[in-house]
């Protein structure tokens, strides 16, 4: 298949394009860099030092052996988007281009609105360049597990069956964000849902759980490094811990820690992107999928970072610091994720063990950590923003 | 109080200025008169003949006693409507300043990306600014029915209580909206939502029904019109039949004409969005309302423009049109609506009797309708957006 990623350059992106190119599909890849240049602005960089998109395909040429084509280009101007799928029509577009963190979306109102605005915009326009030069095209749209909150009911793939004063529907399952980033994702589902319902597009709507990892399969040589963020607005909890831990620090904790999500290896997801793809809607169907392996609270990572680490010599440390974000920090989860283990995934990689090479490639890079060690502690806070300085 | 108006140049901002300067409130506009510059894009204007602001407002003083300000900005720049809140700090913010036409969101991808982004933008910027320079305002948002779509079950006021799996929880109800307009409005309100979530903010949520009229109480005077459009861009489906019924065209059913929506006149409109501002929400609380008196099919609305019609004299006739959008066209339909009654609103006029007014004024305009008559039928379609051409 031929199958084009926006968002090649960024962390699952580029984990993507090798996995999918070495399992034999044509990948074509976009994007214009700009998340290391949003990764700068706050003062940090990727934990493993990572190549210029060309040294990356040369890379992947001499080590893996696959070709990747490359366009530089922002999908929130419309001819690039049009140009690019009249160009290559390719059989799945997976949308990995979005401005993905939360932290970065609450600094101000500039941010908020640039959020919301620009990750809108990529969806739209993709969606009118597929449906006016290349409407075969499966578009795999990354929403987030986030969109849905945390109800106190169980989580549905997206639809469910709604009862209401002794009449039924089946309606989309109420969306309950928690930052403006996890809006724009909410905003977007129903933007992809509507695009089908009126031109029968081809969507496939990725909730995803957190990802973790510095691995996947094709990652075997240090040039083919994907990044890893670890600063308080780029980084991940679990990713965070790693290097917190690596570093000698205490893991920072926000609040209690019951908060409850859905992780996944990196090696997993891109797995289930890949059965995604490799098994693509009907015509005219939209599908939604819960992306998650297994749900954690974040205390329950630390413990698990915490005993990993221990084993291997290091010193860990849990600290409680205060909750910088609006959410419940104890509370009801139970999302549904059969979808992807009918296509046939199964978890391949334990958490644990993931931990163990994670904290060992860090320890290669500590020089790199020990640099940026002070964008790592939370700075944006949920309530209070910034004073906006543009 | 002092009432701000988003949009106060526009079909009912300008309604609002007028019925609530009368009842006593300081009101003060903004507006960036970009509707008087859409609708001669499309080659339309509105069927009333409307004055420049400054003509507006010394008429109002002449003819009703009443002062009302006025400031040109607009609302997608953060800086204009930061300034905007803090010189006026108003008890109510009334955002009516948003692009509101379904049909111009579909013309293509930038009339798309344009009406989601800006409206998102303005309502974003006017949250933060509550936050930041004026947190006591209440803001007065303006959503639609059309967020609900057409469910096969009742629809709530905003929320309901879902029971799944054997567990219940009290969430936002399921929104379908029907093009990118309408979806622009479901983004606000999740927006919305999540601003009072963090910051407290007072805000009230209006799901409007579709508006009707020529005339309010204070419309008493030629000069005091506000606008009223009627080509397939700008104007709605009731004030389309009846300029099509004053230049002896066919009314222009889109389809079976079963679509069902919720209706209410300019007037009582207008009553019911005082009734929100003189009576606030509780520090902290979101409430949403529906906001419309009678839900009509569109084909029971044609139905009654023939009557009225008849007995005024004209010649109306009903027309079946291929309908342009994708919608259901027939349907369940019964959206709650007490919340209002329950503030004090009582219906004021009657849909016939309003249906004649309109038909009277707009007999007086004959020529403006005339002259713009090639604008009525409708071009946009949902299914093929025509092509871009910026």
Redesign the interface.
Known sequence: MIVAIGGIDGYIGWALALHLAVRGHKVVGIDNFITRKRVEEVGSWSATPILTMQERIKAAKEVLGVDIQFVEGDLVN?SVVRSFFEKYKPDAFVHLAEQRSAPYSMI???H??ET??QN??SS??IV??M??VSPHTHLVKMGTMGEYGT????I?EGF?E????G???Y????????S?YH?SK??DS??M??AN???GLKISDVMQGVVYGTRTNEIVDERLHTRFDFDEVWGTALNRFCVQTVLGLPMTVYGKGGQTRGFISLTDSVQCLRLIIENPPDKGEYRVFNQFDEPYSVLELAQKVYKVGKEMGFEPAIAHVPNPR?EAESH?YNPEHEKLKALGFKRTRELEEELRNMLRDLSRYKNRLEAKKDVIFPRTD??R?R??VR
Chains 1, 2 share one sequence.
């Open positions: 419309y101000d109102v500039y908020a609105v919301q605005t809108i915009a739209l326009n009118y360049a449906k006016e109800p106190n009911i169980d549905p469910f709604v009862e209401y004063h009449r039924k529907d309606l989309p399952f109420p969306r309950m964000a928690s403006w809006w909410v905003h129903g933007n849902m509507f319902k009126i031109w609006v009801y949920w309530r923003a004073n906006p």
